[in-house]
Structure formats: structure tokens, C-alpha cells
């Protein structure tokens, strides 16, 4: 067969495909095993309910019971008991049978652990009390009393936990420097701790550690218990080498089962020790954390969301800002040791299963770009309502980042990773709901899902199905989810929804997501004025706006990635471009960033200096980041800054906008010259598209209206580079059809989108 005849089969093939998508583009769901009280014929059961509701695959999840919900006197399976993993093997056997892949939860609940860790196995967490005192006088106060005060807010609290008392200081208020802190080491073994205090204003410090401190959230029987720690290599493959070989010491190889093991976000419930996380950070930044460890904390509450940033003595800005440079290399450490021994641990252990290896690889302690990038498949999370209640298809606010999104904040960082390694299967946990689960309809988790493949996604686990005996009275057995079961009314339309996200997945899956301009996110600065946040559901951020400067972008005719400081570091500046893996960008915006590494800003020097350029969002970056050696290191940054200033039109400070980001984006490409490849007469707030490029050189484009009620009519045109030599196809995704676009003689067409529509086009080159 010719070359060209080759290209004419893969594209027919291509179409084909789209038209009547295989299984593996199909979602999957989370099919939630409530109390792991799973019998095998209710397992086959629902397996074939899902087959035909058009389902290609489960994420098989044992998870606590319900607390409301007659569980009609059902058996619990223990995790990893004998009848547990032969109820895997009539599942595994049964989705064999029927074409159906499975993938395997780690654990139960989240994060995992069990009701076997021993003690040093087990997370810990650090806290510190701060009792402000005037004296002369003299303090007294129990352990008790600072173990009660500093007992963490956690979802499930654990009964095992105890308490350590780390070190104890007194300091005067305000305070200047650690050298003012007195040493009460002395008084740490009372039970009652005395303490003379001299006249004038002062803090008792009382630095805790405690061990054991939370139990999984909803773990099911045998799998719940006390957290993993996470920063304990050992610890992690212990639990990782049980539970695998208990499994196949039973049935054989996991890779003869499932498609990919799994683990769910990072939610450490605040986790921020392990036991030699003190000599670590010795070795790594070169210096003693201690003596500044208790004043650098923040009083935090549950999860370890901060409930006070000005705990304890007050601060000098000299001191305050000494101690934010120690809480950045405090916050780096405990990500590098999370991703040592935890992220390479689990990615390794895969690999060595055979198996591939897919995770919600964020939460408060981990990189939020890095940690993605190992696995096999990251994922992200999309959701119809949470806790925030936003308008789903109703609001697109700037004042509000979160409100009408259904994707997270996290998925751009997700779906990124997946772009600097070439991945091109991006999973999400869609469409989560935690509220008015029965509310939700197929439009609404339509225009979510639509939103997350704006996002970066190209692969639906929808969030999710209850394992729910068919004799169950309504509405059966729910833990979470949008009540995706066969006695809602909208279940038997439920394949169309499917048979549409297949078409979505089917070409993305097979093509690259085109972007030529790069974020860099102002992480340092967060993790060193606020320390790190409980992705993807931050309590709060340092720049409220940043998530609004992606979208603008996609929503103006563009595509973009986000990339971090080590990409950037690591990454080659060739003719204008920063070249990273399979990508390169030729623009850069960087948002606030005011802290970064030295080497960070002779590498942006390097990329404008080979003719790339820079814009930087209301704040040039002048300081370094970390303690050691900071006087010298904020220099060097400043140095390279002057030097990119002097470059006229390269490196340029710009200012956002009170409102309008879609307007704002549209005007800084007039006035600086940054050529869409398409441009949209009439941006929308509602309106987002993203460009992928396939292996036959077929370019794609998405487009999606998140409006419920609204239509939008706007005329869309491409670019020379997109349109030259190609005949653009407009690919029905719900009917499967196909007809020519028609585009008149400046590569131009107009467009109605209708409430919460979708369009997809595909521009193939001519043989």
C-alpha cells in the first residue's frame, strides 16, 4: 500500500473509530463495593447492567457502608481475606467474559492504611500550641491540656493516637530572631510544666507530635484503621507487597486482571513528619530546622487548613520573612520526600506488577505539576456540586475562580504532566457529587464532562455506581455520586451520554493537545507566605485570579500548558522556544511570580535571549526562595531580571484586569502580537476550545458552550497554518455523522451553539 493510500486507510479508520467507538474509549465508573458486602451473583449482575448502559470498564472500590440504608443483613467481606479476593476473581472473570476492563483501588477509602500498621508505621503529624502570657508571673499548664489544645481536627479521628512533646520555649512578644527563645527542655518529662516568667509581654511555645493521629476516611472492614505515613518508603512498600501478594498467592498474576491499580487524591489529612524528616532537611537545605520550627507554624484546624496565620508571638517583618523563607524549604522537603517515597515507590511497584499505574497524585504535600508526570495515567476530578454549590452551566464568574466549573483546579496541572511526558490518556473522576445527588441530570454531568475535556481530559471514570443489591427498596445503597443506577429515571438514556463521551474520547485519544504558550504559577510564593493547600479544594490561594489567565486563553483561540520551575530548569531554549520533552512554547506568562530559584531566572534569560518572550503578570520576580545563602541568591535573581528588562519587548509586566479576563486576553494579543490559530469574533465566558494534532496530521478541534439556557452565535476563523491544504469535517458527536465545514474565502464560518452543545471539527490534509 502507498504512502498516501496509507494515510486515506488511517484516517477512514480513524472515522470509523469515532463513529462507532471501541470500548476502550468508553468511561469507566467507580463502582463504590459499600461495606465490601458483595456477593457473586449481584457482582455479575450489575457488571452486565453496566455492559449495556454502554460502560467499559470498572474501578473496582471497596468503601465503608452507608450510614443510612438497610444493608438487608449482608455479610462484610474483610479486605484481603480469602472470600474478598475470590469475589475479585468472579468479577475479574466476569468483566474477561464480557470485554470489560477493571481497575483495583490501593486500600479502601482515603488516603489508605489499615488496621495492621504497626506504630512506626503509621502517619504523623506536628502541631504546636502557643499560649501568650504577661508576666512577672508563673505558668503553669498540663500536658494534657496541650495535648487537648493541639489535638488535630481530622475527619476520622484515631483512638490510637499519641502524643509527643518535641520541644518547649518561651519567647518574648513581638519577637525579633530564634535567639530569643529560652530552652524549657527541662520541663518537658513533668506532667505539669512550670515556668517562671519575667515582667513583660511573652509566648509559651509547646512544639507536638503526633503519632498515629487519623484513621482512613470511610475504609471498609480490614482496610480502615490508621493512615499509611506516606513519607515512609518502607512503610509504603510493606503495605504495597501485602496486599499484592496476599492477592495473587490466591488467584496469580494482577496483571492477568486488571488494566491499571489506583489510588485516590492525596488527602493526608494534614500529614507533615515522618521520623527522620528533621535529619533530612539537615542534609537537604543545610541547616537545623528546629530551633525554628514552632514559630513558623500556623494554628490549623482540620485537614491542616490554617485557622490563624498570626499564631503565637508577633513577628518582625525581618523575622516574618526569615521565617517564611524556612517554611518554603520545610514545604520542599516534605514534597521531595513524598515523591521519593511515595510517588516512586508506588509507580515502581506497578511497574514491577505488570500492571499500569493511575492516581489522583495531589493534595496538600505534594508537587502539584511533578507528582503527576511518573504515572501511567493521572487523573484529575471534575465535579457536578459540592460543598461550594456553584451553578454548574449557569456562572462563569471572575470574582470567584470555582463558580460553574466543573473541572477543578487541579486538572490543568493533571493534564499538563500528561503533555510534558506524552501521555495522552488523562483520566478524571467524574462527575462527583456531594450534594443534591438526585438533582443532578444527564445534560448537567454533559456539561461538566465537556468542561473537564477543555480541561485536558480525554478518559471518564464517572463518580459513581453503588454496588446496591437489585431487592434493595429505592434508592438502594448510595455512598456517593449522581445515583447512576438502573432505578433512576434517566438510567435507560444513560448509553446515549456514553456512546458521546466515547466519541469525545476516541480522536483525543489518539492526537496531541496543542499549546505553545506555558504558565508558571506563583507555587513558591504560596508555599512560602502560606504554606502548601489542600489541592484541589485550596481553603484559600495567594492569587485568586490564576486559574482565570488558562481559561482566557483557550476561551480567546489559543492553548496552553502549565509548567513548573524544574521543567523550566531542565528544559532546552532553541530559536525562541522552550522545549520540554514533546513540547515547546514560544510565550510565557508568569503569574505574580515574585520568589524563584537563581537557575530558574538564568534559564527565562536564556529562553527570551533566544528570542522567547515573557509576560509577567503585575510582579517582576526579585527574591530567591529558601533560607541559606538567601542575600546572595536574591541578588543573582535580580541580576538576570535587570538583564531580561533591558531586552526591549521580550520580557513585559502586565496588569490584570478588575473584571473580564476573556476581554483582557483578547486585548494583549492585539497589542502584542500573539496569533491564535483561530480566532472568535465574540468570545463567551461559556465558550472554550482546544486544538489536538493527530499522527496523521489531522488537526482537531473541540468546542464546548457550558451554557444550561443561553446560545451563542459567533464566527470562528483559522489560521493559514491550520486551514492550507486541508478540508475542514464538522464529526457529529451524537450522531456519528460527518459533512464537510463550510468555510468561505477567509477560512471563516459561523456558528449557533446551543445550550450546553458541543462541536467537533476536523481539519484533514488533502491526498
Known sequence: RSSAASDVYKRQELYHRFANPDSVYRPFVRWWWNGDKVEAAELVRELHLLKEAGIAGVEINPIAFPTTGDDLGKKSLRWLSDEWIDALKVTFDEAKKIGMTCDLLVGSGWPFGSEDLTPEERAQVVLVDAEKIEGPTTFEISKFTIFKTVDPGVTDVNPLRTFEIMSLKLVPNPMSGIDQAIDLSDQIGKEVISVDVPEGKYVFYALVKVNSFACVINGAPGAAGSILNHMDKKAVRKYLDHMADTIQNRIGPLKNYVRAMFTDSM??????????????????????????????????????????????????????????????????????????????????????????????????????????????????????????????????????????????????????????????????????????????????IKIGSDMSAVSGITHSVWHGFNYSPAETEFPGWVRYGSFYNEKNNWWPYFNYLNTYRARVSSPLQNADMYADIAILMPVADMWTTMGMQNEPFPATTNVKYKTLVWEAIHKNGSGCDYVSESIIRDAEMKDGYLCYGPRKYKTLFLIEVESMEPATAHKLYDFVASGGRI?????????????????????????????????????????????????????????????????????????????????????????????????????????????????????????????????????????????????????????
Request: net charge negative.
Open 267 to 444: 488527602e493526608l489529612e494534614g500529614s507533615n513528619w515522618t521520623g527522620d524528616f528533621a535529619e533530612q532537611f539537615r542534609l537537604r537545605r543545610g541547616y537545623d530546622l528546629m530551633p525554628y520550627l514552632p514559630f513558623m507554624m500556623f494554628k490549623v484546624g482540620r485537614l491542616g487548613d490554617v485557622l490563624d496565620y498570626n499564631y503565637g508571638a508577633e513577628k518582625t517583618p525581618e523575622f516574618k520573612a526569615e521565617l517564611q523563607r524556612v517554611r518554603f524549604d520545610f514545604e520542599l522537603t516534605k514534597a521531595e520526600l513524598l515523591k521519593e517515597r511515595f510517588t516512586d515507590t508506588y509507580t515502581g511497584w506497578c511497574k514491577d506488577l505488570g500492571v499500569l499505574s493511575r492516581a489522583q497524585a495531589y493534595g496538600r504535600g505534594f508537587f502539584p505539576l511533578e507528582s503527576s508526570m511518573g504515572y501511567s495515567i493521572p487523573e484529575g476530578e471534575s465535579w457536578t456540586t459540592n460543598w461550594l454549590k456553584h451553578r454548574l452551566g449557569e456562572e462563569m464568574r471572575d470574582d470567584e475562580y470555582r463558580a460553574g466549573r466543573g473541572y477543578t483546579m487541579i486538572n490543568k496541572y493533571v493534564s499538563s504532566a500528561a503533555h510534558l511526558t506524552g501521555k495522552r490518556i488523562v483520566s478524571a473522576e467524574e462527575m462527583t457529587n456531594t450534594y443534591l445527588a438526585f438533582r443532578a441530570t444527564l445534560e448537567l
Open 615 to 767: 509576560f509577567c503578570i503585575e510582579a517582576y520576580p526579585d527574591k530567591s526562595v529558601g533560607l541559606k545563602d538567601h542575600d546572595k541568591h536574591d541578588k543573582e535573581v535580580q541580576e538576570w531580571v535587570a538583564k531580561m528588562k533591558q531586552m526591549d519587548g521580550r520580557f513585559i509586566l502586565l496588569h490584570k484586569p478588575e473584571k473580564d479576563f476573556v476581554g483582557w486576553y483578547q486585548g494583549v494579543q492585539k497589542d502584542y502580537g500573539l496569533t491564535p490559530y483561530m480566532t472568535i469574533e465574540k468570545p463567551d465566558p461559556y465558550l472554550m476550545q482546544n486544538r489536538y494534532q493527530g499522527d496523521n496530521r489531522e488537526e482537531m478541534f473541540f468546542f464546548s458552550y457550558a451554557h444550561r439556557y443561553n446560545s451563542h452565535q459567533t464566527r470562528i476563523s483559522f489560521s493559514n497554518e491550520v486551514v492550507k491544504g486541508r478540508q475542514g469535517w464538522v464529526w457529529d458527536l451524537e450522531t456519528g455523522e460527518r459533512y464537510r465545514l463550510p468555510l468561505d474565502a477567509a477560512n471563516s464560518f459561523l456558528f449557533d451553539f446551543g445550550p450546553a452543545d458541543s462541536l467537533l471539527i476536523l481539519s484533514l490534509i488533502h491526498i
